[in-house]
């Protein structure tokens, strides 16, 4: 089969290679999907880049987590039936050396879920993060039904998700922060009710200006360590900030504000998330599909012969939006 992979950290156009492996077969409990497109998430830049680890965990990586095909093969144990569905994956590459970019990857049949009718494949190689991420953000903790939600880049591959799962999910308010004209259009299509550009506008000053000085129950922040100060204020007594990024490992913060007005932090990454959690965002994000209630923000296919082009797109912070890959077949 034709795969994209690595087998050392470094620049995308530097490691990544492309060429033939051979086709895996599914083990007990495992489909075999045959993918037709690969999602590149910020996190399958920074595993190759060697941000995590400078030693990779299996002398040969094909990246990935995410991705959609058809099960073409199943092991002992999965039902027959399996054979010739539509499904996305999940954590395809978390833990594993054998992720989307590629033509076949075998899985434990959880990690392959069904992808309703009407939704294209480019669509479901965006769900395993990005939508996941989203929905889980939304949906913790008593969800956000009758809350003020403010999404921090709300026409980023997870904030445009959350924008929307926040309106559909029963929030009164979402409030999303964007950078550019063009990325508001995104965030007010995907429902937002209010922009704040945070790059030019006094971000918690906007923000407590539009809720009447009261601030925002929920916070969906991607970088923590760029807008703790302001997310801090922008936070009603007792308000949490769901926390999913930080664009710097380490950060200080001030413990007065926090303990003084009971805010609340959580943290949380999608690779693990508790089994009753994944169960719960899966089943909530199937049925949006089958509703149709999504948009899907793809802002570059490529095919999978310039993997190396869709890891400096997403590296660089220039797509507004998902990056997907086309296999070959
Ligand atoms: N915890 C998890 O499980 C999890 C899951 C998914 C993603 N993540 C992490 O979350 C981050 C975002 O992922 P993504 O896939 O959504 O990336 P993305 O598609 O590149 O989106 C990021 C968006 O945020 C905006 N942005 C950048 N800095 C910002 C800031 N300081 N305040 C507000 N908006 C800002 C960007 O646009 P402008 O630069 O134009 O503002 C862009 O629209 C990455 O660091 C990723 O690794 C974590």
Request: proline share 6%; hydrophobic share 45%.
């Given at each position: 089969?034709?795969?994209?992979?690595?087998?050392?950290?470094?620049?995308?156009?530097?490691?990544?290679?492309?060429?033939?492996?051979?086709?895996?077969?599914?083990?007990?409990?495992?489909?075999?999907?045959?993918?037709?497109?690969?999602?590149?998430?910020?996190?399958?830049?920074?595993?190759?880049?060697?941000?995590?680890?400078?030693?990779?965990?299996?002398?040969?990586?094909?990246?990935?987590?995410?991705?959609?095909?058809?099960?073409?093969?199943?092991?002992?144990?999965?039902?027959?039936?399996?054979?010739?569905?539509?499904?996305?994956?999940?954590?395809?590459?978390?833990?594993?050396?054998?992720?989307?970019?590629?033509?076949?990857?075998?899985?434990?049949?959880?990690?392959?879920?069904?992808?309703?009718t009407g939704v294209e494949g480019a669509a479901g190689a965006c769900l395993?993060?990005?939508?996941?991420?989203?929905?889980?953000?939304?949906?913790?903790?008593?969800?956000?039904?009758?809350?003020?939600?403010?999404?921090?880049?709300?026409?980023?591959?997870?904030?445009?998700?959350?924008?929307?799962?926040?309106?559909?999910?029963?929030?009164?308010?979402?409030?999303?922060?964007?950078?550019?004209?063009?990325?508001?259009?995104?965030?007010?299509?995907?429902?937002?009710?209010?922009?704040?550009?945070?790059?030019?506008?006094?971000?918690?000053?906007?923000?407590?200006?539009?809720?009447?000085?009261?601030?925002?129950?929920?916070?969906?922040?991607?970088?923590?360590?760029?807008?703790?100060?302001?997310?801090?204020?922008?936070?009603?007594?007792?308000?949490?900030?769901?926390?999913?990024?930080?664009?710097?490992?380490?950060?200080?913060?001030?413990?007065?504000?926090?303990?003084?007005?009971?805010?609340?932090?959580?943290?949380?990454?999608?690779?693990?998330?508790?089994?009753?959690?994944?169960?719960?965002?899966?089943?909530?994000?199937?049925?949006?599909?089958?509703?149709?209630?999504?948009?899907?923000?793809?802002?570059?296919?490529?095919?999978?012969?310039?993997?190396?082009?869709?890891?400096?797109?997403?590296?660089?912070?220039?797509?507004?939006?998902?990056?997907?890959?086309?296999?070959?077949?």
């Amino acid at each position: 089969m034709q795969a994209a992979f690595y087998e050392k950290v470094g620049p995308a156009r530097e490691v990544l290679q492309l060429g033939a492996l051979p086709e895996p077969q599914p083990g007990a409990g495992e489909v075999r999907v045959r993918i037709e497109w690969s999602g590149v998430n910020p996190s399958d830049v920074k595993s190759r880049l060697g941000l995590r680890s400078k030693e990779l965990p299996f002398p040969r990586i094909i990246p990935h987590s995410d991705g959609a095909g058809v099960i073409d093969a199943v092991g002992d144990g999965v039902a027959k039936v399996r054979i010739g569905q539509r499904v996305w994956t999940w954590n395809a590459a978390w833990g594993r050396p054998h992720g989307t970019a590629c033509e076949s990857v075998c899985l434990p049949q959880a990690q392959a879920v069904l992808l309703p009718t009407g939704v294209e494949g480019a669509a479901g190689a965006c769900l395993g993060i990005p939508a996941l991420t989203a929905l889980h953000a939304v949906l913790m903790d008593g969800g956000v039904a009758g809350k003020t939600v403010l999404v921090a880049g709300g026409a980023g591959a997870v904030g445009h998700y959350a924008v929307q799962m926040a309106g559909r999910l029963g929030a009164a308010r979402v409030i999303a922060t964007v950078s550019t004209p063009e990325k508001a259009v995104l965030a007010r299509e995907a429902g937002a009710d209010e922009v704040v550009f945070y790059q030019t506008e006094p971000l918690a000053e906007r923000v407590l200006a539009l809720t009447g000085g009261l601030g925002v129950d929920r916070i969906i922040e991607l970088d923590f360590a760029a807008n703790a100060e302001a997310d801090l204020k922008m936070l009603r007594p007792g308000g949490e900030c769901v926390v999913y990024g930080s664009g710097s490992p380490t950060m200080q913060l001030p413990f007065f504000p926090l303990i003084a007005r009971n805010l609340q932090l959580k943290f949380f990454i999608v690779y693990h998330l508790a089994p009753g959690d994944r169960e719960r965002a899966v089943t909530t994000l199937t049925r949006m599909l089958e509703r149709g209630a999504l948009q899907h923000n793809i802002a570059a296919r490529l095919p999978l012969a310039e993997i190396a082009a869709a890891h400096e797109l997403v590296e660089s912070g220039r797509a507004a939006g998902n990056v997907v890959l086309q296999l070959p077949g």
